[in-house]
């Protein structure tokens, strides 16, 4: 069984912080490695599994993939079928028998 490492966790979410505060969120936005936290033993996994990006040469932004449309709508409609379908069936049915 693999246990997560939560030190390692903890260290790569401030260097994402890092990025963020210094607004390298995008290729755009990439800031030059003489200003970023480079010597985080970190940098290379975070590198490596494409949660950071170089841009043009030298440069380099955090990459986060874009949060896909909220489901609270669909949970909330099944919630109301589920929920409210079953009470409405249950007193028509309750009217109509003698």
Sequence with gaps: ????????????KRLREAFRALGAVSPATARPARDLPLDDPYFATLLRQ?????????????????????????????????IILPVAIIQFCARVTP
């Excluded at 490492?5 to 790569?12: E, N, R, S, V, W």
């Excluded at 949660?51 to 669909?74: D, H, K, M, V």
């Design 1 to 12: 069984m693999m246990v997560p490492d939560y030190m390692a966790m903890g260290a790569q």
């Design 50 to 82: 494409g949660a950071i990006r170089e841009g043009a040469p030298g440069n380099f932004y955090l990459y986060e993939p874009p949060s896909g449309p909220s489901r609270w709508p669909q949970l909330i409609l099944f919630w109301l079928v589920v």
